[in-house]
């Protein structure tokens, strides 16, 4: 396959099948497109293929050839074989759920292949189709990606305060630990008296002390 440059407007319609109306709207759709999901983002209709190249095998080669290493996105339709294939830069696969890209080319080769609609309408329909599916995966990439930057700020905020709670316990528990200790040292004796003999028992010990517990008691 010889290799081509890019179109300008990101639309190379071999077949002539758009009319000019739906060429220029798609060309602005997929300029903003590529704008909002800052990406490039082909559409490639052509009259056949390579013998033995499948067109997802076309989109795929056309797809590298024109973003080399870049972000994007490229549709190709054969119309001899009435196939098609959409081929995603590797940055895709990394971004969004690879059940959601798949659903994505499976429903643009089920809107290409519809026999009920022009060749004009299914390459239009088709496009809006995984455009407005992006978009969409785009937006709520963006969002999940601000709730975790939410999340990540709020937990270095908390680290610090429960550091800080911590090393307070901690301290208070220390505290409470050295003055069970100290407390564990202390002896507490009684003072020694000396007790005279009453009546001469060796057991008889006289009164040492009286203490008073109201005005008139002894």
């Known amino acids: 396959m010889a290799q081509t440059a890019p179109p300008?407007?990101?639309i190379l319609d071999e077949t002539r099948a758009l009319t000019p109306e739906t060429h220029r709207h798609l060309a602005e759709e997929l300029k903003q497109f590529s704008l909002d999901l800052k990406c490039e983002a082909w559409i490639k209709a052509s009259s056949f293929a390579p013998a033995g190249i499948t067109v997802r095998r076309v989109a795929q080669t056309q797809r590298r050839e024109w973003s080399a290493t870049r972000p994007?996105?490229?549709?190709a339709y054969d119309r001899a074989s009435n196939t098609s294939g959409i081929s995603f830069a590797p940055v895709f696969w990394e971004r969004y759920p690879s059940a959601?890209?798949?659903?994505i080319?499976?429903?643009t080769r089920r809107i290409l292949a519809d026999p009920k609609l022009t060749l004009d309408e299914r390459l239009a329909l088709a496009t809006r189709s995984w455009i407005d599916r992006l978009r969409s995966m785009e937006s709520v990439r963006l969002k999940q990606s601000l709730w975790l930057q939410r999340g990540e700020k709020r937990f270095a905020m908390t680290?610090?305060?429960l550091f800080a709670g911590g090393a307070l316990i901690a301290a208070l528990l220390g505290f409470i630990?050295?003055?069970r200790g100290v407390s564990a040292g202390r002896r507490f004796l009684f003072p020694e008296v000396q007790v005279g003999m009453r009546f001469g028992a060796a057991y008889g010990g006289g009164v040492t002390a009286e203490i008073k517990t109201n005005a008139g008691a002894q």
Request: hydrophobic residues 45%.
């Open 105 to 107: 080319m499976q429903e």
């Open 72 to 75: 994007a996105v490229l549709m």
């Open 177 to 179: 630990s050295r003055r």
């Open 100 to 103: 959601e890209l798949v659903e």
């Open 159 to 161: 680290v610090p305060v």
């Open 8 to 10: 300008p407007d990101g």
